[in-house]
């Protein structure tokens, strides 16, 4: 009987550990590797708006077909978006093209 009660109070305090825990949130954002100018705008608003939230931010470009010639003008537009949200977070991963994919992790700035 005691050891049934112990095995109850490790679930509870285990119950209790996870429910403090915080749980990460990753958002998305995809590029084409000639996004325009509106189009980049628009997604860096709503890139901020997820940092803001404290989500991380998971910015990809991806390349279709024979776009990938264009690796440069990708890895621009990422280090670009990285430039343009310094205040609201920091990058957890440089640019780095894993098959058709050249992606960055941003993680969101600690709120005072």
Known sequence: MDYKKFLYE???RDKAL???ATKVIV?????GPQTDDHDYEFKKKHAEKFLKEGAKLKAF??????SIVFKEQGQILLLRLAQDLEEYGKVEQMPR???????????PKKSK
Do not use: D, H, N
């Open 97 to 107: 093209l894993e098959g058709k994919r050249m992606t960055m992790f941003i993680a």
């Open 18 to 20: 996870k429910s403090k």
């Open 27 to 31: 958002k998305e954002i995809r590029f």
């Open 10 to 12: 490790q679930k509870k």
């Open 61 to 66: 470009v991806f390349f279709k077909g024979r």
